[in-house]
């Protein structure tokens, strides 16, 4: 349960006031008038509390919980124990995100512009802002509104942050553009010059990063993640993508809609990715690639290549799944197979 230090909890709310915020369906004759005051896991939630079953792994949990409700999926209806109030629903993951967003809405910082943050003259500060300690701000600097910006951050001459932003501390953003309701946690670096210079035995020459970062609207990007600025087209996220921390997107770079980054992955020069790739961790694309609608890519895997609208990628060289984990078994039978061999010749 929520440490409530740092969480405030809205409840209680009633049974059916849950359901219809987690888009669910009380099932069966549960007291649509209980009262259920938080939310937790199935292992550990009590007679009074909201939990999830999302994955068949905790199946024997949820049927030993004492969760006074849980959110599930039609086909486990029939393990829950006797007495727990159910709430149907075809995505209980989401369903129980909804809820935990209504008991854990986040609670807003009061307005307030910090007397040691350095603002220049010029600059644009839109109504209801939060600016925190010892923030930076350079001219011609357009913030909107409801945003906050924590501790040292800095915000580069003309940069524009979009309305209801939430920037984390020790953040530096340059030469950008960043679009409503987009969330930056600690350690942002967005706009700083891309990796780009030519290279000769007698020293090598800079090619000057003349673009600059376009970040669109709802997207979250994770602590301690770069997105370096295009050499003269633009680095561009796309509107709800979602970055996880450590991640490097190097210049030109294209986010199309909806595309998932997971921690430690790299995006090499002038690679695009349509909407909704999903990129799991410590993955290498190679530059000057495109990845298709809807495509993933497995951890650890190393892209060389263009993928195709939908594929299913792992391995380094990245290779359809079902080839790869072919080549795996192939592998290991031949490794048993030398045992054997080997036996027979002691």
């Avoid at 792994?57 to 006797?82: C, L």
């Avoid at 010029?122 to 802002?129: L, N």
């Avoid at 909806?258 to 909704?276: E, T």
């Avoid at 799944?321 to 080549?327: A, K, L, N, S």
Wanted: one cysteine or more; aromatic letters at 6%; hydrophobic letters at 40%.
């Amino acid at each position: 349960m929520a440490d409530k230090r740092f969480f405030r909890n809205r409840g209680p709310y009633k049974l059916a006031e849950i359901a219809r915020m987690g888009q669910a369906k009380i099932y069966g004759d549960a007291d649509p008038n209980s009262l259920h005051t938080d939310i937790g896991p199935i292992g550990e939630a009590g007679r009074d509390h909201v939990s999830f079953l999302d994955n068949k792994r905790y199946i024997a949990a949820f049927a030993e919980s004492n969760a006074g409700a849980v959110v599930v999926a039609p086909q486990y209806i029939d393990k829950a124990p006797a007495g727990m109030a159910l709430l149907v629903s075809d995505k209980p993951y989401r369903s129980f995100a909804l809820i935990a967003h209504a008991f854990y809405e986040e609670i807003g910082a009061a307005p307030k512009v910090d007397a040691s943050a350095i603002i220049d003259p010029g600059a644009i500060i839109g109504d209801g802002c939060k600016i925190d300690a010892y923030v930076v701000i350079g001219p011609g600097v357009k913030i909107g509104n409801n945003v906050h910006l924590g501790a040292h951050t800095v915000v580069g001459r003309g940069v524009t942050v979009g309305d209801e932003c939430r920037v984390g501390a020790h953040v530096t953003l340059e030469f950008c553009d960043i679009g409503p309701r987009t969330q930056l946690h600690p350690g942002v670096r967005i706009g700083q010059r891309g990796f780009g210079f030519d290279m000769d035995a007698q020293g090598f020459i800079d090619v000057p990063q003349l673009g600059q970062v376009i970040v669109g609207a709802d997207v979250e990007i994770g602590a301690n993640t770069t997105v370096d600025r295009g050499a003269g087209p633009d680095t561009i996220i796309g509107d709800g993508c979602k970055i996880d921390n450590l991640v490097q997107v190097a210049h030109n770079v294209v986010l199309g809609k909806r595309c998932v980054l997971v921690a430690q992955s790299g995006i090499a020069g002038s690679s695009r990715l349509q909407d909704n790739v999903v990129i799991a961790a410590q993955v290498g694309v190679s530059g000057h690639l495109v990845l298709g609608e809807r495509a993933h890519i497995g951890a650890q895997a190393g892209v060389m290549r263009d993928v195709p609208a939908g594929a299913k990628l792992v391995g380094s060289p990245a290779i359809p799944i079902r080839e790869f984990f072919r080549m795996v078994s192939e592998t290991q039978k031949l490794g048993r197979g030398r045992k054997k061999v080997t036996g027979s010749d002691c």
